[in-house]
Each structure stands twice: as structure tokens, then as C-alpha cells.
């Protein structure tokens, strides 16, 4: 089992940045590719970000591109998520996850943290 625990949302002004924490613990993550979501009120959970524990190439969605940046701290057991001019569209709950390296299908979630952008 990986448990996952989300941090670092909140309320914040449009243009402003965050940076959300998802601490893993659990299995031996060198296997795994960290990923972060999010799901806006009325809308399907949308991919935005992924990055191999054990390092590698960064996978943003097209929507993110510039704005987002996803991180890891291996010693720390952390992925981070640096959010940039931050537009109320972002408003949404975001989920950190996880998978095995070579499977499509995220195993694992955490239980997502809320970031609201106020205009």
C-alpha cells in the first residue's frame, strides 16, 4: 500500500502562486510515477502533471504548460506542485496519485486538498 496526504491548498487571489505537498509513504516509491489531478465543481478529474520517483521526464497536460511545475524531494518522500498566476479556473480539489511504473491505471490517491482562487 502507498498512502498519500495532500497539503498546502487554501484560498488565494488570482495571480498568486501555491506550491500543494503530497507526502507518500508505504511501499518502496522508486518503483512509482507521481501524478497530481485536480476536479473542478461540475467537471471531470483532469490530469495535470506526472514525474517518476526514481527520475525521468515530467508529463504535463497542454492546459498546465507553464504555469505548473511538479517536483520531488526523494529523501523527503514529498511531490510538490508549484501553481503560477494562479486564474479561478484553478479553483478545484487536487489529488496527488499514483502507479506503477509501465501501468496505465492510477493505484493510488490521496484525499485531495481544496484551492480556491478568488478574483
Known amino acids: 500500500q502507498v498512502q498519500l496526504v495532500e497539503s498546502g491548498g487554501g484560498l488565494v487571489q488570482a495571480g498568486g502562486s501555491l506550491r500543494l505537498s503530497c507526502a507518500a509513504s508505504?511501499?518502496?516509491?522508486?518503483?512509482?510515477?507521481m501524478g497530481w489531478f485536480r476536479q473542478a465543481p461540475g467537471k471531470e478529474r483532469e490530469f495535470i502533471a506526472s514525474?517518476?520517483?526514481?527520475?525521468?521526464?515530467?508529463n504535463y497536460a497542454d492546459s498546465v504548460k507553464g504555469r505548473f511545475t511538479i517536483s520531488r524531494d526523494n529523501a523527503k518522500g514529498t511531490v510538490y506542485l508549484q501553481i503560477n498566476s494562479l486564474e479561478p479556473e484553478d479553483t478545484a480539489v487536487y489529488y496527488c496519485?499514483?502507479?506503477?511504473?509501465?501501468?496505465?491505471?492510477?493505484?493510488?490517491w490521496g484525499q485531495g486538498t481544496q484551492v480556491t482562487v478568488s478574483s
Open positions: 496519485a499514483g502507479r506503477l511504473r509501465g501501468v496505465s491505471g492510477w493505484n493510488y
Open positions: 508505504g511501499r518502496t516509491l522508486g518503483n512509482y510515477v
Open positions: 514525474i517518476p520517483w526514481s527520475g525521468g521526464f515530467k
